[in-house]
């Protein structure tokens, strides 16, 4: 599977995520690359660009790099709880990590209490599971703590 590859950019002067979206044939592709594709902050022309992964999530909305998003990782729907809608329990199960690249691929940087640690988290969640995006971490880093 193909995806398109386009980057969005967080301007650290007005605090604002630019709603423009530049694909590769958009910029200048020697420079970009060559200045910030693999750096683990990607900044060009004092710009924050962060990578599309490829990958929408449950409400459609595109998720890049630097996004901050709710996973729930499951197969099974369940709520033992009488007193909590499911999808207050599903909530209260689901893990929110940063999207971050760590090559060959994508992933959800997620804290790993066990150990104190974070954890690159799949986005492959089952088939009951759910993916969404709650912010950025440029303009809601306190959704990570």
Known sequence: MNREIKFRCFNPKNEKMSPLIMTLDDIAVGDFLGDCLFEKRKTFNSKIWMQFTGLVDK????????????????????????????????????????????????????????????????????????????????Q???LLK
């Open 59 to 138: 409400k459609g909305n595109p998720i890049y790099e630097g996004d901050i998003c709710r996973i729930l990782y499951t197969d099974w729907p369940s709520n033992t709880d009488p007193n909590i809608s499911l999808e207050d329990y599903m909530i209260s199960i689901s893990h929110v990590g940063e999207v971050v690249y760590q090559a060959p691929e994508f992933g959800i940087l997620l804290p790993d209490d066990r150990y104190g640690d974070k954890v690159l988290g799949s986005f492959n969640y089952g088939p009951h599971g759910r993916l969404e995006v709650i912010g950025n971490i440029y």
């Open 140 to 142: 809601n880093p306190e």
